[in-house]
């Protein structure tokens, strides 16, 4: 009788992978909840801080408009056409 308990637990042992212990207490994601709600006002924060920069730094972009070059002197060799094209001149 001894010897059944003595080979019934250990296939139970071989089933299990060689695991004789109990595994420990999982920790689900749902048990953090206390986290959570700071993570969250957190990130709101940072959000609508980057959300005011950016635009800060938008409108002083855009405020300081882009130069304007003089343009440039129409040199002759730049345009020389010495010979028409197929479908005529359109310059």
């Known amino acids: ?3 059944t308990r003595v080979g019934s637990a250990f ?3 071989l ?6 212990t109990t595994p420990s207490k999982r920790n689900f994601s ?3 909840h206390h986290d959570d709600a700071y993570e969250t006002a957190k990130w709101e924060k940072i959000t609508y ?3 005011v ?6 409108i002083f972009n855009l405020s300081k408009g882009h130069p304007h070059y003089e343009k440039p ?10 010979k028409e094209f197929p479908w ?3 310059c």
Do not use: D, E, K, N
């Open 88 to 90: 005529g001149m359109f």
């Open 1 to 3: 009788m001894a010897m």
């Open 15 to 20: 089933r299990r992978g060689g695991r004789t």
């Open 49 to 51: 801080l980057g959300i």
């Open 53 to 58: 920069g950016c635009t800060a730094l938008a």
């Open 11 to 13: 296939q139970s042992i």
């Open 30 to 32: 749902s048990s953090a």
């Open 73 to 82: 002197p129409a040199y002759s060799y730049l345009h020389i056409r010495s």
